[in-house]
């Protein structure tokens, strides 16, 4: 029997996060291992008066590829997928892990390859967003690999992630709307800003070893268009996010972050004139550094982002999850999105998360801050304007 609030997601997902509407082509992509839930999104797009199709994405297969194709078999992209990504009115990825460390034993070389031959893929979607001709939403379903991941049990997983996307409520929609209108105030305030500031103190750990030597990072933000993401493009969803002109400084990103499914641990960067120009790692330094060296625009950065998922309290070893905890800002390095301004393109998009909230970072650790403009606008993860998020 179906799980009752897979129905509640796909009716939030088709009718509120994307707006189906009669006529439109719908793409739903996911593992078949989830086939609850693309049944239940596709029975919803149909009740829309949407043409569904679905299309699977397999962890196994990508794995197959990168471990025995040849050079030209690894950065082989499919004109199926081109076609499809160019023509859809609307398009709904369904992400569940069979494994979550798929690719950590895989060269970085292979996975850095078969990124960067998608770069055109990435750049196709987000034009389409940015003229209004693509619907796009991530929905992440709660399976056993992520569970383990979050070190949780099944259960106690799919609430933590059906509560972060408002499904206990009554309303979920109208409290999603309710977000949103927090969230405009947010972005109204800082589009009129020209530099954003985040800072966090040192901290060290157990015995005295230094954790990270702390972050001071600025953000030259001016003139740049600022989005509430508040369960469109991502469900779950809760963020403010831009473009940025410029960085400098140092971030010390206190969460593991995964791309491609590889964990890479204790990330310290440093910018000079909007570009990472030193890179380092506790974990897995080597796929790191290999990804900043992905193309021209990889070490650029496309993102820069302030979490307001207050539902979200507590990391889950999940950057889709995790950049959304309200109390937190996160970066990406990489392709940027063209509504806001930034024009950076690259084969990865890359979301790394800095916890501002004392003793969430680390046992001990203090609180950080945001500043606008030299106003401090946010002090240990807590917004200190009235009728903000939180």
């Known amino acids: 029997m179906r799980d009752p609030r897979l129905g509640k997601l796909a009716d939030v997902v088709v009718l509120y996060s994307t707006r189906v509407k009669k006529g439109d082509l719908v793409t739903i992509v996911g593992d078949t291992d989830c086939m609850a839930a693309v049944e239940a999104i596709f029975e919803?797009?149909?009740?829309?008066?949407?043409?569904?199709?679905?299309?699977?994405?397999?962890?196994?297969?990508?794995?197959?590829?990168?471990?025995?194709?040849?050079?030209?078999?690894?950065?082989?992209?499919?004109?199926?997928?081109?076609?499809?990504?160019?023509?859809?009115?609307?398009?709904?990825?369904?992400?569940?892990?069979?494994?979550?460390?798929?690719?950590?034993?895989v060269d970085p070389a292979k996975i850095a390859s078969a990124q960067s031959a998608r770069r055109e893929l990435f750049a196709l979607s987000t034009r389409r967003e940015a003229a209004g001709k693509l619907r796009y939403c991530l929905v992440e379903i709660p399976g056993h690999a992520a569970a383990q991941n979050a070190e949780m049990s099944l259960t106690d997983y799919e609430e933590w992630v059906y509560r972060a996307g408002f499904l206990h409520m009554a309303d979920p929609v109208g409290q999603w709307r309710k977000l949103h209108e927090q969230q405009q105030r947010v972005c109204e305030y800082l589009g009129s800003r020209s530099a954003l500031r985040f800072t966090a103190p040192a901290c060290d750990g157990a015995g005295g070893a230094r954790r990270h030597d702390g972050t001071d990072l600025t953000v030259n933000v001016s003139g740049r268009k600022w989005i509430s993401c508040?369960?469109?493009?991502?469900?779950?969803?809760?963020?403010?996010?831009?473009?940025?002109?410029?960085?400098?400084?140092?971030?010390?990103?206190?969460?593991?972050?995964?791309?491609?499914?590889?964990?890479?641990?204790?990330?310290?960067?440093?910018?000079?004139?909007?570009?990472?120009?030193?890179?380092?790692?506790?974990?897995?330094?080597?796929?790191?550094?290999?990804?900043?060296?992905?193309?021209?625009?990889?070490?650029?950065?496309?993102?820069?982002a302030i979490g307001t998922n207050y539902q979200l309290d507590e990391t889950s070893r999940n950057t889709f999850f995790d950049e959304k905890i309200g109390g937190t800002f996160h970066l990406a390095v990489g392709g940027g999105f063209p509504e806001t301004g930034n024009t950076n393109e690259s084969g990865i998009h890359w979301d790394m998360v800095c916890d501002l909230r004392p003793g969430k970072a680390f046992a001990g650790s203090a609180g950080g801050l945001i500043e606008a403009d030299g106003v401090v606008i946010q002090r240990d993860g807590r917004f200190l304007m009235e009728g903000w998020p939180g």
């Open 230 to 304: 508040a369960g469109a493009s991502n469900f779950p969803d809760g963020e403010v996010y831009t473009g940025p002109r410029g960085v400098e400084g140092v971030v010390n990103f206190t969460f593991t972050v995964n791309y491609r499914g590889v964990d890479v641990e204790g990330v310290r960067l440093k910018f000079k004139a909007g570009r990472v120009v030193e890179a380092s790692a506790s974990k897995n330094e080597e796929y790191l550094v290999k990804m900043l060296d992905l193309d021209e625009g990889a070490r650029g950065v496309g993102e820069i």
């Open 44 to 105: 919803s797009t149909l009740r829309a008066g949407g043409h569904p199709s679905f299309h699977p994405k397999c962890d196994s297969l990508h794995e197959i590829v990168l471990r025995h194709g040849n050079s030209e078999q690894i950065t082989h992209v499919s004109p199926f997928e081109e076609h499809r990504l160019a023509n859809c009115d609307v398009l709904i990825v369904l992400y569940y892990s069979r494994n979550t460390k798929y690719l950590g034993r």
